[in-house]
Structure formats: structure tokens, C-alpha cells
Nanobody, 124 residues
Framework: QVQLVEAGGGLVQAGDSLRISCAVS????????MAWFRQAPGKERAFVAG????????VYADSVKGRFTISRDNAKNTVYLQMNSLKPEDTAVYYC?????????????????WGQGTQVTVSS
């Protein structure tokens, strides 16, 4: 089993930056694929970013490419999402997810482990 706990969400203004984190415990492994998803009110959950076990490979949704950066510190068992130039449309609950494998997947159903989510609200 893998347990995930997100932290760092909050209320910010458009154009601000925010970093959220995901602490990983349990069956931790550098082989875990980690990803961030988000769900806005009335919308389906959507892939935001993913990172492979070593951190050498990252994938981003087009809507956040160039503004968000995913990273991981395997020594601390923590994954981060640095969000810059935030927009009101980035407002959502952000979820950390994990799967055992070699590749980042865009489909949330392929991730068996999820955190409880952290709210990010961007005001205009």
C-alpha cells in the first residue's frame, strides 16, 4: 500500500505562484510513477503533470505547460508541483496519485493510489 498526503494549497491571486507537495509513505519506491490531477467544480478530473521514478522524465497537460513544474525528492519521499503565473481557471482540488510502473499515464483509473486532495483557489 502507498499513502499520499497533499499539502500547500490555498487562496492566491492571478499571476501568483504556489507550490504544493505530496508526502509518500508505505510502499515507497523510486519506481513509483507520480502524477498530479485536478478537479474543478462541475468538471471531470484532469491530468496535470506526471514524473517517472528517477525524475528524469516529466509530462504536462497543454494547459499548464511552461507554467507548472513537477519534481520529486526520493530521499524525502515527496513530490512537488510548482505552479507559476496562476490563472483563475487553475482553481481546483489538486490530487496526488501514484502507480507502479515505468511510464506516466494520463488516465486516472490507472493510478491505484490517491491522496485526499488540496484546494487551490486563484482569484482574479
Amino acid at each position: 500500500q502507498v499513502q499520499l498526503v497533499e499539502a500547500g494549497g490555498g487562496l492566491v491571486q492571478a499571476g501568483d505562484s504556489l507550490r504544493i507537495s505530496c508526502a509518500v509513505s508505505g510502499r515507497t519506491s523510486s519506481n513509483n510513477i507520480m502524477a498530479w490531477f485536478r478537479q474543478a467544480p462541475g468538471k471531470e478530473r484532469a491530468f496535470v503533470a506526471g514524473i517517472n521514478g528517477s525524475g528524469a522524465s516529466t509530462v504536462y497537460a497543454d494547459s499548464v505547460k511552461g507554467r507548472f513544474t513537477i519534481s520529486r525528492d526520493n530521499a524525502k519521499n515527496t513530490v512537488y508541483l510548482q505552479m507559476n503565473s496562476l490563472k483563475p481557471e487553475d482553481t481546483a482540488v489538486y490530487y496526488c496519485a501514484a502507480r507502479i510502473g515505468a511510464t506516466v499515464e494520463y488516465e486516472g483509473s490507472l493510478y491505484p493510489y490517491w491522496g485526499q486532495g488540496t484546494q487551490v483557489t486563484v482569484s482574479s
